[in-house]
């Protein structure tokens, strides 16, 4: 019951596109086309997990135990940025298709803030879940990390399909572009709005 | 003594961050909940872009082609840690409302973008200048986004009440950062955008 909640809650209540602002230059940089929207979304949901689970290890046994916290900030971003290389390295061989799909938006994904920002968020905000107020364990910060790449691809891919469709409009010369897109996902957002008060 | 002017007024215009280069668009929607706010984070960024600005063009020569990535993040990310730590010690309330925001200055694209683009291959004179203009012209940016937002959204600015009653709270809340943001975009594509 307390995972469901984590995941309704990270989805759709505090999306982290459209409530969170985080990952948004991806967000608007890739999300021209479908295909590419769906790319970026994978390999954000495979960078975002993978990324916290590895920081959050980090943070419990090498940072708190020698009272190093205040290197939070460039150690999580030293971790991200190497896993992001791993990671491509390790793709590249052992599944090349995926690497296909994946590749060219790896490299993208060490300066998403999302990744740092969903990383930091699980070592240092509590959640009230289950009863009192209390640090994520490692279980429900692997799903909170999952969720909420999850809502980040939901919104991405959404948001994709409205423009995909927007291009295709007569829309006056000073809108066209970004302005026209931002005004889109603010009625994106609007919606989820709808979702407050569900958790 | 123009060409130092302009370099400093080019953030403000022809390269403004939040208009016309479309980077660190995370902290423009998150923070501008109002005037007060987008100031605090545009100087919070303008504090971290100058100092990693200086510390890049002074070391850039030394530094191999193939790690000058990894390279200038964990010196943004240095300063980013001093900043944070000056924060929590003089101004916490100020660091508790932009939260999140502070450490995540590391991947601003604007930070990022400026070493890469000009501190890496200019003076250091030069390249603190345009961390001054270009940290300015978010900063503007900032304020400007967080007053409309304020001022539709509670009915002050800078805090000074100027109607009575709340607002429309979209303005506040998500909704409103897109949409401000939107439509201030378009209005400076019509006049400001050469």
């Known amino acids: 019951m307390e995972y469901f909640l984590i995941i309704i809650s990270a989805v759709f209540v505090n999306n982290i596109l459209l409530a969170q602002f985080l990952g948004i230059c991806p967000f608007l940089g890739v999300s021209n086309r479908l295909s590419t929207a769906t790319g970026m979304s994978g390999a954000v949901c495979f960078v975002i997990t993978l990324a916290t689970v590895v920081t959050y290890l980090v943070n419990r046994y090498l940072l708190v135990p020698f009272g190093l916290e205040f290197l939070q900030t460039i150690a999580f971003i030293l971790v991200i940025a190497s896993l992001v290389q791993i990671v491509e390295i390790v793709l590249k061989k052992i599944s090349p298709s995926l690497y296909q799909a994946l590749g060219i938006f790896l490299p993208l994904i060490t300066t998403n803030c999302a990744v740092l920002g969903v990383a930091i968020t699980v070592v240092s905000k509590e959640f009230t879940f289950g009863g009192a107020a209390h640090l994520m364990n490692l279980g429900e910060a692997t799903v909170y990390a999952f969720a909420t790449s999850l809502g980040y691809g939901l919104a991405m891919v959404l948001f994709a399909g409205l423009r995909e469709h927007l291009a295709s409009n007569d829309v006056p010369k000073m809108f066209r572009g970004l302005p026209i897109a931002l005004i889109t996902v603010s009625m994106m957002a609007m919606a989820f709005l709808g979702f407050s008060g569900m958790v | ?194």
């Not at chain 2, 370099?7 to 995370?26: A, E, Q, R, S, Y």
């Not at chain 2, 890049?56 to 200038?72: E, G, L, N, Q, R």
């Open chain 2, 1 to 194: 003594m123009g060409k130092k002017i302009s370099l400093i007024l080019d953030g403000f215009v022809k390269n403004n961050p939040t208009f016309v280069l479309v980077l660190g668009m995370c902290p423009t929607l998150a923070t501008t909940t109002s005037a007060m706010n987008g100031l605090s984070m545009g100087l919070a960024t303008l504090f971290v872009l100058v100092l990693s600005n200086i510390a890049i063009s002074a070391i850039a020569p030394m530094v191999p082609d193939k790690v000058h990535i990894p390279v200038y993040i964990v010196v943004i990310a240095t300063f980013v840690t001093v900043l944070q730590l000056l924060m929590q010690a003089f101004v916490p309330s100020v660091y508790a409302t932009l939260g999140l925001f502070i450490p995540l200055i590391v991947v601003n694209c604007i930070v990022l973008g400026r070493a890469e683009a000009f501190a890496g291959k200019n003076s250091v004179g030069a390249s603190a200048l345009d961390g001054i203009g270009v940290g300015l012209g978010f900063t503007a940016s900032l304020v400007v986004i967080g007053l409309v937002r304020e001022i539709l959204g509670s009915g002050s600015a800078f805090g000074w009440k100027l109607f009575p009653g709340d607002g429309v709270l979209a303005f506040v809340m998500a909704p409103g950062a897109f949409l401000v943001l939107g439509y201030l975009m378009a209005l400076f594509n019509k006049y400001l955008k050469k």
